[in-house]
C-alpha cells in the first residue's frame, strides 16, 4: 500500500515510521527544507511541496490512501482555514482528478470541537460545539473531508485526537510548579496518535466516519498534578478554581474559553474497531518523562 502523508510534524513523522516498518510505501510531505529533512531521517522518502499549491502537488506520487496531516502552526483562525479549509480543498480536488486517485483519505482534527459540556462525556455522536474562531474552522474541515471526499470519489475519515502528548511535550513542570486550574483533560500519547490511524488504515475500517482518538480515562487536571508530584517526589502543586483563573487579568480570550471547554471523551468506539493502546492511561504514558526528572 502507498501512503501520502500531508504535513508531516508531531504525529506524522510517527506515522510514517509505524507505516514503513510495516512494510508500506510511504510518502511524506512537506515544504520546508528542514522538514523534508526530517522526514528523510524517519527513514520514508520526503516530497517538498506546498499543499496549498495545485500545480505542487504534481511532484506527489500516485498512493492509496492520503492523510492530511498538516498543521497551521498554531496562528489564528484565518491562518487555520487557509490549511484546513482551503488547502483541503486544493488536496482533495487535485488528487481526485488523477487516473489513479486515492481509494481513501484520512483527516486528523482535534476534540476542540466539542465545545462546552460541562465536564460530561462526548462521543462520535455528540453535536458539535465549538467556542472559538480556530475551533469553528476546524468543524467545517471535518465537514470538507468527510463530504467533499465523498464528492471526489474517495471514502472519507476523521480522526478526531484529544490533547497530545509525548517525546518533547511532557510539559511535567507546567504542572509540578503551578498553579493547576480544575477541569477534565483529554489525552493522547504520539505514539497512539500514530498507531490508531494506521490501525484504520491496515484493518480498512471507519470509512466514511468520526473516530474519537483518545486514550481510557480522562483525568481532571488537580488528580493529574498531584499524581506527577507524588511520582516525582515533589509537593503537591498550588490549584486554582475555574472562576479563579477567569478572574486573572492576564487570560486571554482564547485561554478563557478553552478554560470553559470542559468534558470527557469517549473511547468505546476507537475500542470496539480492535484498536489496543501502548499508553492506555496517562499513568504508562508519563513514566518515561517521570523517570527521566527523578533520573
Known amino acids: 500500500m502507498t501512503v ?31 522538514g523534508c529533512a526530517a522526514i528523510e531521517a524517519a527513514g520514508f522518502t520526503p516530497v517538498r511541496a506546498d499543499i496549498s499549491d495545485d500545480a505542487a502537488l504534481e511532484s506527489v506520487p500516485d498512493a492509496d490512501v492520503v492523510v492530511f496531516a498538516a498543521s497551521s502552526g498554531g496562528r489564528d483562525a484565518d491562518a487555520a482555514r487557509e490549511i484546513y479549509v482551503d488547502a483541503q480543498k486544493t488536496v482533495l480536488s487535485h488528487f481526485a482528478a488523477r487516473e489513479a486517485s486515492p481509494d481513501r483519505y484520512i483527516y486528523t482534527s482535534s476534540t476542540g470541537v466539542y465545545g462546552d459540556h460541562g465536564g460530561d462525556w462526548v462521543d462520535e455522536e455528540t453535536p458539535l460545539n465549538p467556542t472559538t474562531a480556530k475551533t469553528e474552522v476546524l468543524a467545517t474541515a471535518e465537514e470538507v ?8 470519489g474517495m471514502d472519507g475519515t476523521v480522526a478526531r485526537y484529544a490533547g497530545l502528548y509525548g517525546p518533547g511535550r511532557f510539559r511535567i513542570e507546567r504542572y509540578l510548579n503551578g498553579p493547576v486550574t480544575e477541569g477534565y483533560l483529554n489525552l493522547l500519547h504520539r505514539d497512539d496518535a500514530a498507531e490508531a490511524v494506521a490501525h484504520l488504515i491496515e484493518q480498512d475500517l471507519a470509512r466514511n ?23 516525582c517526589g515533589e509537593p503537591e502543586p498550588e490549584k ?42 496517562y499513568r504508562e504514558g508519563y513514566q518515561a518523562a517521570i523517570d527521566n526528572y527523578v533520573g
Not at 16 to 31: E, S, W, Y
Not at 209 to 231: F, G, M, T
Not at 258 to 272: E, W
Open 240 to 281: 486554582q478554581t475555574v472562576q479563579e483563573r477567569l478572574a486573572a487579568a492576564n487570560l486571554s480570550e482564547r485561554g478563557r474559553r478553552r478554560i470553559l471547554s470542559d468534558k470527557r471523551c469517549s473511547n468505546a468506539y476507537l475500542r470496539d474497531l480492535g484498536y489496543e493502546f501502548r499508553y492506555p492511561t
Open 4 to 34: 501520502a502523508l500531508l504535513g508531516c510534524g508531531y504525529v506524522g513523522l510517527e506515522l510514517g515510521k509505524q507505516l514503513t516498518a510495516a512494510g508500506h510505501d510511504v510518502v511524506g510531505v512537506r515544504r520546508s527544507a528542514d
Open 209 to 231: 466516519e468520526v473516530v474519537l482518538v483518545v486514550d481510557d480515562e480522562p483525568v481532571s487536571r488537580w488528580e493529574l498534578a498531584d499524581w506527577l508530584a507524588k511520582q
Open 145 to 152: 473531508a468527510l463530504t467533499a471526499a465523498v464528492e471526489h
